[in-house]
C-alpha cells in the first residue's frame, strides 16, 4: 500500500531523486513499480497522483536507508556492499565526457574553418583563441590539432 506523504516530503524526494545517478534512479524507479503492483492489487486503480505518490514513496525510502547507512557504526557485510554500490554509481554518473562534444564540433561545424584559417597561416594556438573569442568555444590548440588531423586522415 503507498502511504499517504505530505507535499514537503514529496518535494524533497523529487530534489533527491533529481540529484542522483541513472543506476540509482532506476532502482527507485523499480521500487515504484512494486508500490504500484500492490496498490493495483488491492484498489484497483491508478491515477496521476498515486504514481506521484508511489514514487515519493520510494524515493523517500531509499534516502533513509542510504542516511541510516551512512550514520550506522557496524555495518554488515551486505549493508557495506550495497553503500559502495551507491557511492560508486554516483562516482560514475559525476564523471563528464565532454571530449566527444568537442569532437564533434570540431569535425561537424569547424573543419572547414579550421582549414581556412590553417591555410591563411594561423597556428593551432591561434585558431583556438580565434574559436574562443569569435565563437565562445574553449578547445585547446594541440586537441584541435589531433581531432582536425584524424577527421582530415578519413
Given amino acids: 500500500m503507498i502511504p499517504s506523504i505530505r507535499q514537503s516530503e514529496i518535494d524533497q524526494a523529487f530534489r533527491y531523486l533529481a540529484k542522483q545517478p541513472s543506476i540509482i534512479r532506476q532502482k ?15 484498489k484497483g486503480k491508478l491515477s496521476a497522483a498515486i504514481m506521484e505518490r508511489a514514487l515519493a514513496a520510494a ?16 555495518m554488515t557485510n551486505d549493508e557495506a556492499e550495497k553503500l559502495k554500490d ?6 560514475k554518473a559525476n564523471k563528464k565526457n565532454k571530449s566527444a562534444n568537442k569532437r564533434a564540433l570540431v569535425e561537424r561545424r569547424y573543419f572547414e574553418l579550421i ?6 597561416g594561423l597556428s593551432w594556438r591561434q585558431i583556438s583563441e580565434y574559436l574562443k573569442s569569435n565563437h565562445r568555444q574553449r578547445i585547446s ?5 589531433k581531432t582536425w588531423t584524424e577527421f582530415k586522415l578519413r
Wanted: charge should be positive.
Fill in 28 to 42: 527507485i524507479m523499480l521500487e515504484q513499480a512494486q508500490h504500484l503492483r500492490v496498490h493495483r492489487s488491492q
Fill in 59 to 74: 524515493a523517500l525510502q531509499f534516502m533513509n536507508e542510504e542516511r541510516r547507512l551512512m550514520r550506522k557504526s557496524e
Fill in 86 to 91: 551507491i557511492r560508486i554509481a554516483r562516482a
Fill in 115 to 120: 582549414g581556412k584559417l590553417r591555410g591563411e
Fill in 141 to 145: 590548440h594541440s586537441y584541435i590539432q
